[in-house]
């Protein structure tokens, strides 16, 4: 079955950066698109970033645009999000996901 197992994530300062892995298996990863989900505090699940199965196309939401950076390996199976300039208002729990399939996160947390 898909599993997704997300790390990285850990406590950062405002400005600061932080690269999110995400490790897949049980499905032929390279012919999927993949994407990057998070959960602040009292919030719903937000939809951050989008991947082709080839890696050629991504998309952000404009709140992370030109600070976030998606990206995957299909070689060793592994998704990646790259988050620079944080601020406070990142702080969440960060989900790779296939479909409607999440792992179980990953906590950021930007604070002083």
């Known amino acids: 079955q898909v599993q997704l197992v997300e790390s990285g994530g850990g406590l950062v300062q405002p400005g600061g950066s932080l690269r999110l892995s995400c490790a897949a298996s049980g499905f032929t990863f390279r012919l999927h698109p993949m994407k990057w989900l998070r959960q602040a505090p009292g919030k719903g699940l937000e939809w951050l970033c989008d991947?082709?199965?080839?890696?050629?196309?991504?998309e952000c939401t404009n709140s992370v645009k030109g600070r976030f950076t998606i990206s995957r390996d299909n070689a060793k199976k592994m998704l990646y999000l790259q988050m620079d300039r944080l601020k406070s208002e990142d702080t969440a729990v960060y989900y790779c996901a296939k479909d409607s399939v999440r792992g179980q996160g990953t906590q950021v947390t930007v604070s002083s």
């Open positions: 991947i082709s199965s080839g890696g050629d196309t991504t």
